[in-house]
């Protein structure tokens, strides 16, 4: 993928043929980290954008939400002409522009996959949350994107050196999901790793309580990049929903 979507310069992949799987990566990360899920949707056009501010992509010109990342993905579907997508797949902050966009009516897929996905108020505060992902990232990174990514995310560092993007991180968690998630009919699974410091199943047990007829898997030994923790037991879980 290679496009220009309302003045930004997206990349990132557009790949196979048949119904289209969205795929929609975590925070600190591009595609490449969530595009191995493709090996679970077998017959699917697989599109994983690398989001603004994140891999090969552009950053936005203002501190965006959540909201303005759905509008963005709603308006990359009418640029690559896709006008039904099957499935949606979010990782963490993927799985936050996932809700807005299906629990907003921006996007109606026939399945909603949400990767340990957060969205809901907790009581942690900002400090924890970025160290949080900041060591989640470290741990499962290649080396060499650890010390660079690591970095970035070190609560000091990051509030220093991340520019517009830490405005965008401070909207992203101020954001509440409680209202589109209880409007969202859609067949749900909902995917958390039981070691996962950064997103507590908590969070996906109340999902589950407010998605109408959603299912919960809680994985071991995984944490919060829990597709990349336990590729195959994930890649079972999706291929068993999906089919």
């Known amino acids: 993928m290679d496009v220009i979507v309302n003045g930004l310069h997206v990349k990132g992949a557009n790949i196979g043929r048949g119904p289209v799987a969205l795929l929609l990566h975590g925070w600190g990360g591009d595609h490449k980290t969530i595009l191995d899920l493709k090996s679970a949707l077998p017959g ?36 690559l002409k896709i006008k039904q997508v099957d499935i949606i797949i979010g990782h963490s902050f993927g799985g936050r522009i996932a809700l807005e966009l ?27 949350r ?20 690591g970095r970035r995310f070190r609560s000091e560092d990051y509030r220093a050196t991340a520019g517009i993007m830490s405005q965008v991180f401070l909207n992203v968690i101020a954001q509440d999901a409680t209202k589109a998630a209880g409007r969202i009919k859609t067949d749900t699974l909902l995917v958390y790793g039981l070691d996962d ?33 336990q590729p195959q037991r994930v890649g079972e879980l999706i291929k068993e929903f999906v089919k």
Do not use: C
């Open 44 to 79: 699917h056009r697989i599109v994983a954008p690398d989001l603004p501010g994140f891999g090969g992509s552009q950053l936005p010109s203002e501190a965006w939400g959540v909201e303005r990342y759905g509008e963005f993905i709603a308006d990359l579907l009418d640029k």
């Open 130 to 149: 970025l160290l949080g992902l900041a060591a989640n990232i470290g741990h499962v990174l290649p080396p060499t994107w650890r010390s660079a990514v």
């Open 197 to 229: 410091k950064t997103t507590p199943t908590d969070m996906g047990r109340r999902f589950n309580d407010l998605i109408t007829g959603s299912r919960l898997e809680l994985v071991e030994q995984a944490g919060h990049y829990v597709h990349l923790d």
């Open 102 to 128: 299906v629990g907003n009516g921006r996007v109606i897929p026939n399945k909603l996959i949400l990767l340990a996905s957060h969205g809901l108020p907790e009581r942690r505060s900002l400090g924890s």
